[in-house]
């Protein structure tokens, strides 16, 4: 259990070999935290499936979403409704470094981003290679649409 409910963790791929509709009957209900830093492919019947769970249990409690996977991440920003359904901790994105070319996908702390987030701004981030600064690799919606004011 973590400190607001118990923390699911997801590993692999989401795609057709999914059924998180089942995961969802036996997540107690109450606040539940999922983190999907382990997720490495989505496709859109694993897309179809996250939504599936994500509809069962915010119907239950508070949904809190942490390192959220940066392939998770892209597909959620082109869905309305998770705007309304998760709080967003944290997340993965793909950046790059402008000095030196090394590509991370550093965790992002929403609550210390916050406003940045909000006007789609993504945070330069320092690179572990050579120091040098990072940026965003993609088009801010791709990851920031979500955070929206």
Request: charged letters at 20%.
């Amino acid at each position: 259990m973590g400190p607001a409910g118990p923390v699911i963790y997801f590993v692999g791929r989401l795609d057709e070999a999914a059924n998180l509709g089942d995961v969802g009957t036996v997540i107690p209900p109450g606040h539940v935290v999922l983190d999907t830093s382990g997720l490495t492919f989505v496709n859109s019947v694993g897309m179809r499936e996250w939504i599936r769970l994500i509809r069962i249990l915010r119907d239950r409690g508070v949904i809190t979403l942490v390192r959220v996977a940066d392939v998770l991440m892209a597909h959620m920003n082109v869905v309305r409704e998770f705007a309304q359904s998760v709080r967003i901790a944290s997340f993965h994105a793909a950046y790059v470094c402008n000095a030196c070319g090394a590509e991370a996908t550093p965790l992002i702390d929403v609550m210390q981003h916050g406003p940045a987030l909000a006007a789609m701004q993504a945070p330069r981030m320092q690179c572990t290679e050579c120091r040098g600064v990072m940026e965003l690799a993609d088009f801010p919606e791709r990851y920031l649409t979500i955070f929206k004011a």
